[in-house]
Every structure is written in C-alpha cells, then in structure tokens.
T-cell receptor, first 110, second 114 residues
C-alpha cells in the first residue's frame, strides 16, 4: 500500500510569489491535513479537509489556503510568500485517530 | 487549546545507554501517538496507545500511556545510533465534525553517539 506522497520535495521561491504544493493520501483515507514545521515553532496545524470540505482550520493567515479533490488528493497554496514562510510543509492522511505523514515539501523563500 | 509538553528537549547519550522521554498534558486524550522524525523527512508513526495504563513494546522501545490518559512515556533500552532522531508525541481527541486532529508536542531531539 503506497504511503502519503507529496510533491515537489524541494522548492525555492522569491518573496511575493505564490506556491502550490500537492499531496496524495493513502488509498482509502478521506481526511487530509496540512502542517507547517519550523525549528522555532514545531509542528503547527494548518487545515484539514474531508470529502472535499475544509473541516478544521488552524491559526494561519488567509494567504494559506487549500482544497481537496474528489479522489481525496489535496493541494495547498500560499500566496504573497514571505521569508517567514520558509519551512517543511507536511501533508498527513488519517483514518480515524491514526495519522500518517508524507515526506514533506521543503520550501525556501528568498 | 490542548498542549503537550515533552521533556527533555534535547538528549545526547552514548550507544548502549537507556533513556526515557516524557510527554505530559493537563488534557485527557482518547489516544496518543509517538512518531520519530529524521532531518528533512516526515514523521514516521511508531505506535498508538488508546487505553489508560496501556504498555506497548516495539523491540527495544517501550511505550506507556498514563492511567488518566494525560501523559505518556517512551523508554529506549540499549540505545543505538540508528535511534537518533526527533521523537514527537501527539494526542488526539474528538473534535466537532468527527475529526481527530492531533496536538503535537515540540519533540525530544535524541542523538546517540557510537
């Protein structure tokens, strides 16, 4: 059974640009969540999607958005990038209370 | 907001030593997960504990869930360099809408020297 797949693995963007990250969850998992991980803040929850609907949202500005498609694949978008958005972005798919993570996308904003 | 406190924050030990990592909260969780994360990679699920007082063993790793389901510990026996990584605990409790968004601790960074 394939795990959670995130693309791309690495990304370098310039301040002010926008970026889209992609995530394919484990087959059969309908819940997909996104997290931002930085050395200073640890793992912070961005949002969760379930059956194409945003079910929960963390405390991040509106520049961070996401969506989920009918096949459960999800995308996360960050607009007007800031230097502080540099982080490891992790996608997770869940079945009940168990959560599995992808390898992450390392985003560097210069 | 539920908070999970992990201690110690950093641990540097020699191969063969034993160690215990703690995860504490003032909130009750329906389940608790432990993950290990290597640099630049996503966290890998090690174990899920759901019953108060539960003990699970995974080779040299022993996980315990507190009786009140507010805390947990991870004990590693005879640590090896391959155990090096960031150990994260995450507590889950039902939220509105039926989701179980885990709350993560800040992690314990473990280095095992050969």
């Amino acid at each position: 059974k394939a795990g959670v797949t995130q693309t791309p693995r690495y990304l370098i963007k310039t301040r002010g640009q926008q970026v889209t990250l992609s995530c394919s969850p484990i087959s059969g998992h309908r819940s997909v969540s996104w997290y931002q991980q930085t050395p200073g803040q640890g793992l912070q929850f961005l949002f969760e999607y379930f059956s194409e609907t945003q079910r929960n949202k963390g405390n991040f500005p509106g520049r961070f958005s996401g969506r989920q498609f009918s096949n459960s694949r999800s995308e996360m978008n960050v607009s007007t990038l800031e230097l502080g958005d540099s982080a490891l972005y992790l996608c997770a798919s869940s079945l009940g209370e168990v959560t599995f993570f992808g390898q992450g996308t390392r985003l560097t904003v210069v | 907001t539920q908070l999970l406190e992990q201690s110690p924050q950093f641990l540097s030990i020699q191969e063969g030593e034993n160690l215990t990592v703690y995860c504490n909260s003032s909130s009750v969780f329906s389940s608790l997960q432990w993950y290990r994360q290597e640099p630049g990679e996503g966290p890998v699920l090690l174990v899920t504990v759901v019953t108060g007082g539960e003990v699970k063993k995974l080779k040299r790793l022993t996980f315990q869930f507190g009786d009140a389901r507010k805390d947990s510990s991870l004990h590693i026996t005879a640590a090896q360099p391959g155990d090096t990584g960031l150990y994260l605990c995450a507590g889950s409790g039902p939220l509105s809408g039926g989701s179980y968004i885990p709350t993560f601790g800040r992690g314990t960074s473990l280095i095992v020297h050969p």
